[in-house]
């Protein structure tokens, strides 16, 4: 697995600070960079979990007609043309004419590419042969199938029962709310005029039955037994179904199950489960389904009604009028191990010995180890910025109940990050050929900090030499190095929420005082603005040493 | 909340303020505005103004497995959907780990709303009313998680809540019946008269989609067969299958092939009439496999079923001869070994009684085992297919009663004079019931639990699995209901022709069970009712935004839960025998009315 950063958005939680990276639940509030976007009004970063979602037009994924918002619903939000999905294996069906009289086997290839065709039609998947002549399917003409089939639909025996249903229901409702109307009377008013106070059915319903002498329910009435099924069915005459489920295909089903050959023979549940009617269980009479709709979304950040994403209207195209993501707003980061460890090991003149030979990120952070890792951050804007990096202390109690089942683990994070303490620059963002003459400048930049850093490290104590600090500057992008200590019993992903705190200059002063409450610093220039995010970086996860095996043996 | 109906017993007090009897001030308020609408119901008319008619509502059926989602006013779901089991049964004992328990379901369940607007439905939520389709124990935090986020990220205008049980048997074309819903995690038998829920007679066993899943896995482990993928193409051709075999790995049965063999091989037979037939030992042949599996001397007789069934829970199980050849280490985690006996004693009852065809399925090799080419083969034998099932009709337990049990034990719950109007009128919802076949055999076990009783059969009650009954006779005050009792939805009827529950059998429209409280949700939308309806001002009323303070959060909360969202569980207890001296009845009055009108 390759090391990742992800980037956290604080919108589930009214907790800023994210939680430890180990709880399950941290997954939900972390997001790649390309998924966020960025409110500058509330100067926050958005996620996909927390902006409002608007449809700005809908279209066919297939056919990419833009479907107007008034068939959308007559529709089902299925496409209306000539769209069809197979049921077996969703993919997209393709019209095709009979076969002429004689040539039997011209059909995909002839037939097709006359321009005509023979007139029934059908469709064919080109994928796994099926086709709707199985399912007596068939057109008169080649084009708008889903008008062809609209009667089909119209007629399904789940929507005629609907209706039905209905209709049995609305006069029993609006009665008994007119006589709920009348709030004395004790539900037998059935004369429906139609009063003029409109009252929820069922509270209609439930009230009248409130006021009902209720059999059974409330006191005991030693009437006889007949009396009172009538009084119940007095309320509601009985519902005579236009299809009713005796003599459906249930028992046929039980036999059709019991002498079943082929798994295949029976519709997958995902190709019935919509269905509200009891079908069939054979897969050989699924019928084809039209292709659902695609939205376009305009995105709004749901504190400020600001549009951060706003699509072109046409579904061919997939530009975006609006477009505000995080990408262009904070720094991008990407993790990695150096590709090889052994020339920065030797470079560094490690004190601390990696244990296993080769035990690079390719290979595996072995527990007990120290890893090396390049942090690497592009700068999208146009103005430098100074980043410093903190590491969040994991809180104990929590991350370790957490973590569960080791109560060893417990007592102390199971590894140790350091990172540079101090700020650092990356330069600004700018066009491709502008770069060339700054050249010299960076390097020498780098050099001065990368020997500032040296000493820093050096002076810690830490004597993690150069894995620790600014090892690379170039154009806008600058690579830090940090280093993990993996303890000797750790396990499990090495995660670690990192807090990012970067420094910019303002365009706008008057807007400084809305920085963001985490702990930001106050600069001393003051048309200098700081940003804090928080990011979850995952470098994999933990080989537990084969060590520990062998030690609990003994 | 002056126009409340002032209910004049005691029992219909209590139930007025059940989230599917709204007859607060707010709705009909609501309706007076929409009265135009309702005379002419027909979108029609409106859908040239918005895409969907103001009134048009979005319904969400959410389980804890699968979820179904639509527009109101139309006969099927739009769109249906696995999700990964949001809730179970119990939760972490731990303070810590529920609060992040919590927060998981939050996140997820926040994934799959907004995808329910955002990329099924294909709707503004902003402009949508949403009924929400409850389970009566649905519980009241994951309620209250479905609220917060609708409200508060997806900021839907209002929110009710109706009782699956109501909503099924308004599809059904009533409003007075027993239903019963089958589905993942429970089974739950729930009276509702008149359109009103009688939630305190409901009653509930944990036999149900999960349990039969689990089941099957346990089965399946002990008795299928699997075949690994040939290591060449010519293995395939040169080397019998039988050589091959190997029991099943555990990683080979994974959820998604579990669902597959539950949905798509499974179904339910008929009532094993196990007195007849004990002695006899039908030919197990057909799977070489099965033979060395089976206990070498002879089937166990009855009496040994019955002993191992019925001393399962108290076996500590050093009678491990017999069975020596199943003694297997693959029994599922967490089970004691004598759950082999059972499951060994069960699989020869029930190869007796079963004539289906064994099934072969392509399974994903295990990852250790991908040393061969394609796909592995599971072998899945026709009496799991046919009988995984009588786990749900295995009664006995007191805490696991079977399925029949639970409908006759909600009967006995309920008035002596409720009780033969709800016999005749039971409706089977749920998904698990999309078996084929489950719905006859449950009316066979149904009568057939009242009718064994200790007097009047000589015989055990083997195919029910539970110990000699005691002389104490639980159904014996239903016996005279046996010929009234019929389900709504059975697809074959069985009466004869004199029973007069015959008149309703099979008599509701065929709607699927699975998707019957859906329906009758989509036609409480269209008919413009469906539950207390909260809007979201009084959420934001209630709740206000907690703002910088953190502090009064907690107590927002409380506020917020008791007050907000409707939920049965909070209306008073009903009244029991009443006390000697009775309280003065205003004093009764006034505490239902506290909670409805808050």
Redesign the interface.
Same mark, same amino acid.
């Given at each position: 697995m390759t090391p990742s950063v992800s980037y956290h958005c604080p919108c589930l939680s009214d907790d800023p600070v994210p939680p430890p990276p180990n709880a399950p639940s941290s997954s939900y509030g972390f997001h790649p960079l390309h998924e966020l976007f960025f409110c500058e009004e509330c100067d926050a970063v958005r996620c996909n979990r927390c902006v409002s979602v608007e449809v700005s037009g809908y279209y066919c994924p297939n056919c990419l007609f833009e479907v107007p918002s008034a068939s959308v619903r007559a529709e089902k939000n299925r496409c209306a043309r000539n769209c069809f999905m197979c049921p077996n294996c969703r993919n997209t069906l393709s019209v095709v004419p009979s076969d002429p009289q004689d040539a039997d086997d011209g059909r995909s290839l002839g037939a097709n590419l006359s321009a005509v065709g023979e007139p029934p039609f059908f469709l064919y998947c080109s994928f796994c042969r099926w086709d709707s002549a199985e399912v007596d399917i068939t057109f008169e003409k080649p084009t708008g199938l889903a008008a062809q089939l609209q009667k089909f639909e119209d007629s399904a025996p789940d929507s005629l029962e609907f209706e039905r249903l209905k209709e049995h229901f609305e006069p029993f409702l609006r009665a008994s709310s007119s006589s709920s109307a009348a709030a004395s009377l004790s539900g037998h008013s059935h004369a429906a005029h139609a009063h003029a106070t409109p009252v929820n059915p069922i509270t209609a319903a439930a009230s009248s039955a409130l006021a009902r002498d209720i059999p059974g329910v409330g006191k005991y009435t030693p009437a006889p037994r007949g009396r009172r099924d009538k009084g119940a069915r007095d309320e509601i005459s009985e519902y005579r179904s236009r299809v009713e489920v005796k003599g459906t295909k249930d028992g046929s089903n039980v036999d059709f199950m019991r002498r079943l050959e082929e798994v295949s023979q029976v519709a997958a549940f995902g190709q019935r489960w919509a269905n509200s009617w009891t079908t069939t269980l054979h897969s050989s009479e699924l019928k084809p389904l039209r292709i659902p709709l695609h939205s376009k979304k305009t995105k709004r950040c749901s504190a400020c009604r600001h549009i951060l994403i706003k699509p072109e209207q046409k579904a061919q195209s997939v530009r975006f009028k609006i477009k505000l993501v995080a990408a262009n707003y904070i720094p991008a980061m990407t993790v990695a191990f150096p590709p090889s460890p052994d020339p920065i090991r030797q470079r560094g003149a490690g004190t601390k010995q990696v244990p296993t030979e080769g035990a690079s990120g390719a290979s595996g952070l072995q527990a007990g180890g120290t890893f090396p890792f390049h942090l690497a951050l592009t700068n999208p804007l146009y103005d430098p910025i100074h980043v410093r990096l903190a590491v969040q202390r994991p809180v104990p109690p929590p991350s370790s109940s957490s973590s569960s089942a080791s109560p060893e683990k417990a007592r102390r994070p199971p590894f140790a990050v350091s990172l540079p303490q101090s700020a650092f620059p990356i330069a600004a963002f700018a066009e491709a050929w502008e770069y060339e003459d700054d050249e010299d400048m960076f390097v020498g930049e780098d050099d001065e900090f990368g020997g500032l850093d040296r000493e820093r490290g050096g002076g810690a104590g830490g004597g993690k030499g150069k894995a620790v600090g600014v090892l690379e500057r170039r154009a806008n992008v600058t690579v830090v190095g940090g280093e993990v200590v993996v303890g000797r019993d750790a396990k499990g992903p090495l995660k670690f929420n990192m807090l990012v705190s970067y420094t910019y200059r303002s365009d706008d002063p008057l807007a400084e005082d809305d920085v963001r409450a985490t702990p930001s610093r106050k600069e001393k220039v003051p048309e200098m603005k700081t940003f804090s995010f928080y990011t979850v970086v995952d470098l994999g996860t933990i080989i537990p040493r084969p060590r520990t095996s062998a030690s609990e043996v003994v | 909340m002056s126009n409340l109906?002032v209910? &004049?017993?005691p029992? /219909?007090r209590t139930s007025?303020a059940v989230p599917?009897?709204?007859?607060g001030a707010p709705?009909?308020a609501?309706?007076?505005r &929409?009265?135009?609408v309702?005379?002419s119901?027909h979108y029609q008319t409106t859908?040239?103004h918005s895409?969907?008619g103001t009134e048009d509502r979005v319904i969400i059926d959410p389980g804890s497995r #699968?979820w179904?989602v639509g527009f109101s006013?139309?006969?099927? *779901?739009?769109? #249906?959907f696995f999700v990964s089991p949001l809730w179970g049964l119990q939760r972490a004992p731990?303070l810590?780990?529920r609060e992040?328990e919590d927060?998981?379901l939050? =996140?997820?369940l926040?994934?799959h709303l907004?995808a329910v607007?955002?990329d099924s439905?294909?709707?503004?939520p902003?402009s949508r009313k949403v009924i929400v389709i409850e389970h009566p124990l649905l519980p009241v935090y994951v309620k209250e998680t479905i609220a917060k986020i609708l409200f508060e990220?997806?900021?839907v205008p209002s929110i009710s809540f109706a009782s699956s049980h109501l909503l099924a048997l308004?599809?059904?074309?009533?409003?007075?019946g027993l239903v019963l819903d089958c589905g993942e995690l429970e089974s739950t038998a729930l009276p509702i008269?008149? &359109?009103?829920p009688l939630f305190h007679q409901l009653r509930t066993t944990p036999l149900a989609g999960a349990r039969l899943t689990s089941h099957l896995r346990a089965l399946l482990l002990l008795f299928g067969t699997y075949l690994p993928p040939p290591t060449s193409l010519s293995a395939a051709v040169n080397m019998p299958a039988s050589s091959r075999s190997t029991r099943v790995p555990l990683e080979v049965l994974s959820d998604g092939v579990l669902?597959?063999i539950k949905?798509?091989? /499974?179904?339910?037979?008929e009532a094993m009439d196990t007195a007849l037939d004990s002695s006899v030992m039908s030919p197990m042949g057909e799977d070489p496999m099965d033979v060395d599996l089976l206990p070498s001397d002879s089937a166990p007789s009855e009496s040994d079923f019955s002993r191992v069934s019925a001393d399962r829970d108290s076996n500590a199980g050093p009678t491990s001869s017999d069975f020596s050849v199943v003694s297997r280490s693959q029994v599922l985690p967490g089970r004691p070994s004598t759950g082999e006996h059972q499951l060994q004693a069960l699989a020869d009852l029930y190869l007796r009684h079963s004539?289906?065809?064994d099934?072969?399925?392509k399974v994903t090799p295990p990852v250790s085992q991908q040393t061969g080419t394609g796909h592995g083969t599971l072998i899945v034998p026709?009496w799991i297919?046919?009988r995984g099932s009588e786990v749900l009709f295995e009664g006995g337990d007191v805490d696991e009663s079977s399925v029949a049990e639970t409908i006759l034990d909600c009967l006995l719950k309920t008035? #002596?004079?409720?009780r033969?109007?709800l016999a005749t009128s039971i409706l089977v919802t749920g998904g698990t019931a999309m078996l084929?076949?489950f719905?006859?055999r449950l009316h066979t076990e149904l009568i057939q639990a009242i009718i064994t009783s200790p007097s009047a059969s000589a015989r055990p009650p083997v195919s029910r699995g539970r110990p000699r009954p005691p002389a104490y006779d639980r159904y014996a005050v239903l016996r005279p209901l046996v010929p009234y009792f019929a389900i709504?939805?059975? *697809? /074959?009827?069985t009466h004869p022709s004199g029973a007069r529950g015959s008149n309703n059998?099979?008599?509701?429209? =065929?709607?699927?069970p699975?998707?019957m409280a859906?329906?009758g949700g &989509?036609?409480?939308g #269209?008919?413009?009712?469906?539950?207390v309806e909260v809007a979201r001002e009084k959420w934001d009323e209630a709740g206000g935004h907690?703002g910088p303070e953190?502090s009064t959060?907690e107590s927002d909360v409380v506020v917020r839960s008791t007050n907000v969202i409707p939920d049965w569980t909070r209306t008073p207890l009903p009244m029991g025998a009443p006390p000697a001296n009775l309280p003065p009845p205003q004093m009764l009055e006034a505490a239902p009315l506290a909670v409805v009108g808050a």
């Open positions: - | 109906a209910p &004049s017993t029992r /219909s007025h599917v009897t709204p007859a709705n009909t609501r309706i007076a &929409s009265g135009m309702q005379a119901p859908r040239r895409l969907y #699968v179904k006013g139309e006969g099927r *779901p739009r769109d #249906v731990d810590f780990q992040e927060r998981l939050a =996140a997820q926040q994934t907004r607007f955002h439905l294909l709707t503004d902003k990220n997806l900021q308004l599809s059904a074309g009533r409003i007075t008269y008149s &359109s009103r669902e597959e949905t798509r091989c /499974s179904f339910v037979g004539t289906a065809t099934l072969h399925l026709g297919r046919e008035p #002596v004079d409720l033969r109007t084929p076949g719905i006859p709504l939805n059975n *697809p /074959s009827p059998a099979g008599k509701a429209p =065929a709607f699927t699975a998707t859906w329906v &989509s036609l409480a #269209v008919l413009k009712t469906g539950g907690p953190d959060e």
